[in-house]
């Protein structure tokens, strides 16, 4: 399994101030359900745009507003945007920007001027990581920006869930990329505390971050536990799976 994100466009994609498209982006966006030439997105916590661009360059989608709660994010994303309206692979009037927002601050008017809202959550769950590493990646403005996700890892999507159960109805769809190794158990009973459903509708296996592995490592005594976070040792190699969840 190749550790990079195959996608030659990618580098117009990636600031020198963050990592290279993880994982998840990759995921999340190949999975997106999206209807060629309808589907308007709302991206939140769009980081440089590249789940958007994806979305409107490789898979159709009529319309994306990119939001974020990092202005320099923000400021990544439009140069991006930018660079493809010039290029003439995407039109001006397919996207739209708004000032840095945190989840909670979407009013539900935007939210519903959407068909899919889709986020991409910060979730790196801190108590895992040993604590020369925790300080090492912290350390670093991508990692402490877009990587942590509290303690066990679910702190934001909490809040994203929590935000959009209080939408009104006719909610858009909202689809988020969920790492397999924060346990469904756990992840599940987040959506339910909300009164909402979770639908896993894709599974991507993918390799284990190298500092989760003595976690991992810990847990082999556990079947149960293995299980329910999808992990799974090949030639001495952990692998989890990122889960593409539609929630209802």
Known sequence: ?????????VQSLVGS????PSF???ATA??????????????????RGVIGLWALLRKGAAFVTFTDLEMSALAETRANVARQIYLGTILESQVAFTPPLSVSNISWRQAAEHDLVVFNAPQLPIRDIA?????????????RSFRNGGADGLDI??????????LPLPKPLAVLGISSFLGWSTISEVFRTAGL???????????LRTQLCEKADSLIAS????????LTKVKNRWFKEILTVKAS
């Open 131 to 143: 604590t020369e590493d925790l300080e090492r990646m912290m350390a670093t403005p991508s990692a």
């Open 30 to 47: 190949e999975t997106l359900p999206i209807q060629p030439g309808k589907t308007r997105i709302l991206d939140v916590g769009c980081g």
């Open 17 to 20: 101030i963050y990592d290279p």
């Open 157 to 166: 999507i909490r809040l994203f869930v929590g935000w959009y159960a209080s």
């Open 24 to 26: 998840f982006a990759k």
């Open 197 to 207: 459903d979770a639908e896993v509708i894709h599974r991507t296996p993918v390799p």
């Open 1 to 9: 399994m190749s550790d990079s994100w195959e996608w030659p466009e």
């Open 223 to 230: 079947p149960s536990e293995l299980i329910d976070r999808a």
